[in-house]
């Protein structure tokens, strides 16, 4: 019965993946930037010849190797240890279906400015149901990087999330600049993805 349970929870997660990766292709496809967390991972992706989805793989690979760090010797357990490690196929299937998104609305192409919205709003919903169904089964690779550098820094969850977000927004810009010399997929639809989604969900909660 334990068995069947826990197996059910990794399904439900593996919807919310699909959620959240819907709403990153919404979000993305409204040509009004990014999330924070993708906002690198797409500046990447559109400057080189690796997908949206690779790049998310490759990046949540090197924040699962900094979390290892973070967790080493007095700083963490086994456990800790596992759930790191555990990231690693979760980040794979949520990279897979990014690309599947990206490939399903990829004739989706806002035509003015109030689509271009509409289509940003539903994406920030979408996301926001994928946050809300997913169980606490695993990490995501943000939110476990997160998550260490707070207790190896004894800091508040809070703000060391504000400054990975704002780290990781921050590298998409210099990024696009060294590769166009202009900011490209940082935009305003950015900033209001990172306002309104923690707003959606404590409505879904409520």
Not at 88 to 108: E, H, V
Request: proline fraction near 2%; hydrophobic fraction near 50%; charged fraction near 15%.
């Amino acid at each position: 019965m334990e068995k069947e349970s826990l197996i059910k929870r990794y399904l439900v997660f593996i919807a919310g993946l699909y959620f959240l990766a819907m709403g990153i292709s919404l979000i993305v496809h409204s040509s009004l930037g990014t999330t924070p967390i993708s906002s690198m991972n797409y500046v990447l992706s559109i400057n080189t010849s690796l997908s949206l989805g690779t790049w998310t793989f490759i990046v949540n690979l090197l924040m699962i190797i900094i979390q290892l760090w973070l967790a080493s010797g007095k700083y963490g357990t086994r456990k800790d240890t596992i759930e790191i490690l555990l990231q690693i196929p979760f980040s794979f299937i949520f990279s897979a279906f990014i690309d599947l998104n990206m490939i399903l609305i990829r004739n989706l192409v806002p035509s003015n400015y109030g689509m271009a919205v509409g289509i940003l709003l539903a994406g920030c919903i979408i996301q926001s149901i994928g946050v809300e169904i997913k169980p606490k089964a695993a990490m995501m690779s943000a939110e476990g990087l997160v998550k260490y550098i707070a207790r190896r820094c004894n800091k508040k969850f809070g703000n060391v999330k504000v400054y990975v977000d704002i780290t990781l927004v921050s590298l998409a810009i210099l990024i696009s600049l060294a590769f166009t010399m202009r900011i490209e997929g940082v935009r305003e639809g950015s900033v209001i993805a990172a306002c309104i989604t923690g707003y959606i969900v404590n409505f879904l909660n409520y």
